[in-house]
């Protein structure tokens, strides 16, 4: 864990994990970006769309066996929606992600290699699709692997389930880059027979792949919960 | 507005200071953009479309533009189960918060989904179907071959294809995690492995394939306090389990084991039995016989048991009838029994056909020890004929006899094939209403309509 000074009002700002890079301060919600020695405020947050989730940073749970606890969330929207990312460190000291979309949820950790060259090949055709920006929405079948297809990702059959453009409606806590209102990614789920999640997200040419599991809300086994009224 | 909060740093900020309090997770009112009225959000964060409550309009609430989808001005109609209330299903409380009521292609017939709700569990469908109703969630994992396989493997179960068509929804009020337009269409497949159902929906934007589970009527009056009358049942729902589900394969395991006793003590009974013979004569009988009683010689029953009387005679195309009579030496108790031996053979269009046999058997159970004559008195074909007949009887003792065998087998399967016969019937009336009915009910109920 490592403590620095907000740039803009002085409380204190923490970074539990050596992973994250960016962080909102508590207090102002100055956006920080932590460099090699210092921190950066590169603009202010403004507060995050309400809902009704029972997590919130400081909530911990359990994944595969392995305690987690959430230290930052992303709230993602989409033009029928929106779904929060929450970034998860785990015991382990890896991060991972718990996607918490319409009621259920995947957790889910990055992956390096995760394609064959053939399936490398077809995600091409998203990329560039999504680097054009010529349309608003998104010509899936100009593009990659068309809805309901399936592609091989670390060996699993996994199908496309949904394509969709979306933009970051805002973050809170730490995360492994910087999440200001705005940013925008293509973002890819693909699910397999069983219960496999994995989500492709493309910016800025270049793309991260995340795979894991749709997990039951039971199985995680979390504690200090958000306080919902009337739940 | 963001910048204004840049500028406005709190004052006194320490390390040791806690945090601002988080805000807690709550229910959101909005104004509906076309009557005023208040609009209650349950699902705030996942809602997209909402409908007014006091107008019946359909507003999207994606974002703050709250955009009049679909205009109406009218009450909401009444439903069994009202928005906003809760009861208990598998353990988890739901809260009824979307109501959606679709028709099939021919507008005819229709059915309640209501939309539950729970923010850690998230949600739910509860559908009614003529008086059947179904638990239902979506599944995230892909199922391979839903909507275009004849049958489906999942979770190591069958699910046969049931019913393909159209749903249309005709009627919404609540609110809902996607955009609900009245007169949508969604292609829908049903498949089924009774109690569960897995169900694919696609339409335009999406596919989605859910699990349901066949509820009772009581458990959902129960788990919801309904007041009003339940729908009433009809017919037999696609996924509803037959009445004897749970204990069809036990019954029919139960049998199986009785009858495998029964042919232990059958074998057993064979492999110990004396089986001796007691008495064996060949004996001609003469024309002038014909009205005198034949007595034969006075034989031993060394131990009480049965006795079977064998008689057989070489005819062809003719008869003999016998009227016996087993009598005690000493006590003159008598066992009287009738035999007729007839056996007829010939030869018609190029075929050789027999009818009868030349030999014919009576048991008689429960003879007690004893010496023991045979008295008969015989009448037959060749008799009459003047001719002679000869006979050949031979009596046995403690024979291995079958009848209560083959009683107590009849006994073991009746009830067994009863309510096979029933669930036969059940499942025909099931599949009575599928697209897809296998083999076995679909021929059947070809003949039945050809008979009709």
């Not at chain 1, 997990?215 to 995680?220: A, C, F, N």
């Not at chain 2, 001796?276 to 060394?302: C, G």
């Not at chain 2, 046995?396 to 083959?406: G, I, L, Q, T």
Request: aromatic letters at 10%; charged letters at 25%; proline letters at 5%.
């Amino acid at each position: 864990m490592k403590k620095y000074n907000c740039p803009s009002c002085g409380a204190e700002v923490t970074f539990q994990s050596s992973l994250s890079v960016y962080a909102v301060c508590l207090y102002c919600r100055s956006m920080i970006v932590r460099h090699d020695v210092d921190v950066e405020s590169i603009g202010t947050m403004a507060s995050l769309p309400d809902d009704m989730s029972p997590l919130q940073i400081g909530t911990e749970g359990f994944y595969q066996g392995r305690s987690f606890s959430i230290i930052g969330r992303m709230k993602i929207g989409w033009e029928d929606g929106a779904w929060n990312e929450w970034f998860l460190y785990m015991g382990d000291g890896e991060k991972a992600w718990l996607a918490e979309a319409q009621g259920s949820y995947a957790i889910s950790r990055e992956i390096e290699q995760p394609a064959t060259r053939d399936t490398e090949r077809a995600l091409g055709g998203w990329i560039a699709a999504f680097e054009s920006k010529e349309t608003k929405g998104f010509d899936d079948t100009a593009a990659g692997p068309e809805l309901g297809s399936s592609i091989m990702i670390e060996n699993q059959q996994l199908r496309v389930v949904d394509i969709r453009r979306t933009i970051c409606l805002g973050s809170e806590g730490e995360l492994p880059f910087a999440a200001p209102r705005g940013r925008e990614t293509l973002s890819v789920d693909l699910s397999g027979s069983n219960g496999e999640f994995c989500c492709i997200e493309i910016m800025d040419g270049k793309k991260r792949t995340y795979l894991g599991n749709y997990v039951e809300w039971d199985e995680m086994r979390c504690q200090n919960l958000r306080t919902l009224e009337g739940w | 507005m963001d910048e204004s909060m840049h500028d406005k740093q709190p004052p006194s900020v320490t390390a040791a200071s806690p945090p601002p309090e988080k805000p807690k997770g709550k229910p959101k009112t909005l104004k509906c953009p076309a009557c005023a009225g208040t609009i209650t959000v349950k699902a705030v964060g996942i809602t997209i479309n909402a409908v007014c409550s006091s107008c019946s309009s359909v507003i999207d609430i994606t974002n703050e533009n709250y955009q009049i989808i679909e205009k109406a001005n009218q009450n909401t109609r009444k439903t069994l189960l009202d928005i906003g209330c809760r009861g208990r299903l598998s353990g988890v409380e739901w809260e009824v918060i979307g109501y959606i009521e679709k028709t099939d292609a021919s507008g005819k017939y229709n059915w309640d989904e209501y939309l539950l709700y729970n923010p850690y569990y998230g949600f739910r469908f509860l559908v009614q179907d003529s008086g059947h109703w179904n638990f239902v969630k979506v599944l995230r994992q892909d199922v391979p071959g839903a909507g275009i396989s004849s049958e489906i493997l999942f979770e190591g179960q069958k699910f046969a294809r049931f019913l393909t068509g159209e749903a249309i929804v005709s009627y919404v009020k609540g609110e809902f995690y996607w955009r609900v337009k009245k007169g949508e269409r969604t292609f829908v497949a049903d498949y089924i492995a009774p109690p569960r159902m897995l169900s694919f929906e696609k339409n335009d934007q999406e596919i989605s394939v859910s699990l349901g589970e066949y509820i009772e009527n009581d458990v959902v009056v129960d788990a919801f306090a309904v007041k009003g009358k339940m729908p009433y049942k009809t017919g037999v729902a696609p996924n509803q389990p037959a009445p004897d589900q749970a204990w069809f394969g036990k019954l029919w395991r139960v049998a199986a084991t009785a009858f495998a006793i029964v042919l232990a003590v059958q074998f057993t009974t064979c492999a110990i039995a004396d089986n001796t013979e007691v008495y064996h004569e060949q004996i001609e009988v003469s024309p002038q016989q014909k009205d005198q009683t034949i007595t034969t010689a006075s034989f031993n029953i060394p131990k009480a048991g049965n006795v079977l009387i064998q008689s057989s005679s070489p005819i062809q195309n003719d008869w003999v009838e016998l009227d016996m009579s087993l009598v005690n030496d000493r006590t003159n108790e008598q066992y009287e029994l009738k035999q007729a031996i007839e056996y007829y053979q010939g030869h018609d269009g190029g075929e050789d056909w027999t009818e009868g046999s030349t030999s014919a058997n009576t048991y008689i159970s429960r003879v007690p020890a004893g010496s023991y004559r045979l008295l008969m008195d015989m009448d037959a074909g060749a008799l009459m004929r003047n001719s002679p007949v000869f006979l050949s009887l031979t009596i046995m003792r403690d024979v291995p006899a079958w009848s209560n065998f083959w009683l107590a087998t009849v006994s073991i399967f009746i009830y067994p094939l009863y309510t096979l016969l029933k669930r036969w019937r059940f499942e025909k009336t099931r599949w009575s209403e599928s697209d897809f009915p296998p083999a076995i009910y679909r021929i059947l109920e070809q003949e039945e309509e050809d008979a009709s």
